[in-house]
């Protein structure tokens, strides 16, 4: 049980395929104890019945576009909590219409909320949650291959991935004089609610599955997995990484 009695905060869990899921099914399976957040009512609904089967002890409403809202969640966490070790941020969002043709096309307003959403929110969270972070804490978060390389369509996100790999080495620094850790999981592509929005998605998943080296797209388990290395005490000397679980895909050149 490498997370025993350990409290984790998820922040991004929409449904059972969400990458926030297998994160926290894998951290339920070694005995963490978890709480969930979510933005808006219709994905409470969708929540509800996710937190039971967790057995997740509470959640609070937390839209990240409001410092406000990330102050109160905080507040209701320490009220409920006192502290916690594990912050997981599975959030992003660019609008649709910048999720297509040419980035050149991307409006000022649809560049300002892939960034405000996907990656400013981290650097929100972890000062609203800096001095209830335990030392030996780790806050990990998720970011993709069109951080680093340009993928069609990915577009505004690619830029706000990028944004957020910066940050958690920026923020490494700063929670690091807490000894806690800050750490991305770049994960490869999978069926999520936010992938669907992505022009040409299928056609991104049949090219891991030719050209990467295990020849299969990656599941929710095996980002699962990788999170709970990167959140338990066998990652104690790793902060600022961004770490790749995508079937080797990254490390294929033309």
Request: proline share 2%; charged share 25%; with cysteine.
């Amino acid at each position: 049980m490498l997370l025993e009695g350990k409290k984790a905060l998820i922040f991004g869990v929409v449904n059972d395929r969400s990458i926030a899921y297998g994160i926290a099914r894998q951290f339920k399976e070694h005995g963490a104890r978890l709480a969930f957040s979510y933005a808006v009512d219709p994905i409470k609904r969708r929540l509800d019945p996710i937190c039971e089967e967790l057995g997740g002890e509470f959640m609070f409403k937390c839209d990240v576009t409001s410092d406000e809202e990330i102050e109160a969640g905080a507040d209701l966490v320490s009220e409920k909590w006192g502290d916690v070790d594990i912050i997981v941020h599975s959030i992003a969002y660019a609008n649709r219409e910048d999720l297509k043709g040419r980035f050149i096309d991307t409006s000022r307003e649809g560049y300002g909320v892939a960034l405000d959403v996907s990656s400013y929110s981290l650097v929100a969270l972890s000062r609203a949650y800096e001095t209830h972070l335990n030392c030996g804490g780790s806050v990990l978060t998720l970011s993709y291959y069109g951080a680093g390389k340009v993928v069609a369509n990915y577009n505004a996100m690619g830029v706000a991935k990028a944004a957020l790999e910066a940050c958690v080495r920026y923020l490494a620094v700063d929670l690091g004089e807490r000894q806690v850790r800050i750490n991305a999981i770049s994960a490869g592509p999978v069926k999520t609610m936010a992938a669907k929005g992505i022009s040409g998605f299928s056609t991104i998943l049949d090219r891991i599955e030719e050209k990467a080296p295990l020849h299969r797209n990656i599941t929710i388990d095996d980002v699962g997995k990788a999170a709970l290395f990167l959140a338990s005490d066998l990652s104690t000397g790793t902060t600022g990484e961004v770490m790749f679980v995508d079937s080797g895909y990254n490390i294929m050149g033309v």
